[in-house]
């Protein structure tokens, strides 16, 4: 397969990876005494990150990956969708 596509793909699970472990690690831990001092809805900004955070961080994460490696799929000419598409036509 293309080299380049590999690389791309690479870059963008490292991307997101590295949202998501700044989102869970950072924000959870690291930052959690800074980000205490905010308050929304009665609960420490801090203590939200290291409890939820993280989780709603990810399903967007989740969905730009899907939205961009689709792209890339199309730039690269590896679309699974095209490939079966073709097979079920050669089958009728």
């Known amino acids: 397969m ?5 690389q791309e793909n690479l870059r963008l699970v ?4 590295a949202v998501w472990f ?5 924000f959870g831990l690291l930052l959690v005494d800074v980000l205490n001092e905010v ?7 801090g203590f939200w990150f290291a409890q939820q955070g993280s989780m709603y961080v990810f399903l967007p994460i989740i969905f730009f990956y899907a939205w961009r490696v689709t792209r890339l799929e199309k730039k690269y000419g590896v679309d ?5 598409d073709a097979s079920a036509s050669r089958d009728e």
């Open 80 to 84: 699974e969708t095209d490939k079966a």
């Open 22 to 26: 700044m989102v869970s690690f950072g």
């Open 39 to 45: 308050t929304i809805g009665g609960f420490q900004l």
């Open 2 to 6: 293309n080299k380049t596509y590999w």
């Open 14 to 17: 490292g991307i997101c990876l």
